[in-house]
């Protein structure tokens, strides 16, 4: 492995850290004062992660087997479905219409659910898990976060419908 690589990979992995801490942080606090600093720390974060994956993609490409250069860019493919969701809940929490905080919350949510199995799939690989723990361990990561996202927009519903006069 060459320097570039070692070094896209890290600047990679410590944004996509950062924005999951950043993101739940968010996700758990949500509307309170101060998430627009957190949002955008988030999703600066975001970005310079899939910046940085592309870019590796881009200097590994010569040395990549075909099942890599099949699996890579359908991973940066993702990343950047990631940056669209991402903008999505810049501008729910901008515009702030009916309904935005369950939006926001939906985008984040799948955010965080795709970085967390993202995490625990790169984890079970480089432990060398059988294939069975790498699939169980992105199910786990999907059902938790799709559980998180549906207590925590039902909790926002219900502050909601208290607020608003009968």
């Not at 320097?3 to 950043?22: C, D, E, G, K, P």
């Not at 992660?49 to 075909?66: E, F, K």
């Not at 992105?138 to 207590?151: N, S």
């Amino acid at each position: 492995m060459d320097t570039a690589h070692i070094l896209l990979i890290v600047v990679h992995a410590t944004a996509a850290a950062l924005s999951f801490i950043t993101g739940l942080i968010i996700f758990l606090r949500l509307p309170a004062p101060g998430a627009k600093g957190w949002f955008n720390t988030y999703a600066t974060c975001i970005w310079v992660a899939v910046i940085a994956l592309t870019a590796v993609v881009i200097v590994d490409w010569p040395r990549l087997d075909i099942p890599r250069r099949i699996a890579y860019p359908i991973l940066v493919a993702l990343g950047i479905y990631l940056l669209w969701r991402t903008e999505r809940a810049r501008r729910a929490l901008r515009i702030r219409t009916d309904g935005w905080v369950k939006a926001f919350l939906g985008h984040i949510g799948f955010v965080l659910i795709s970085l967390f199995d993202g995490f625990c799939i790169v984890l079970a690989i480089d432990l060398h898990s059988p294939v069975w723990v790498v699939i169980a361990a992105a199910v786990f990561g999907v059902v938790v976060g799709v559980l998180a996202i549906r207590a925590r927009t039902n909790r926002e519903t219900e502050l909601e419908s208290k607020e608003t006069p009968s």
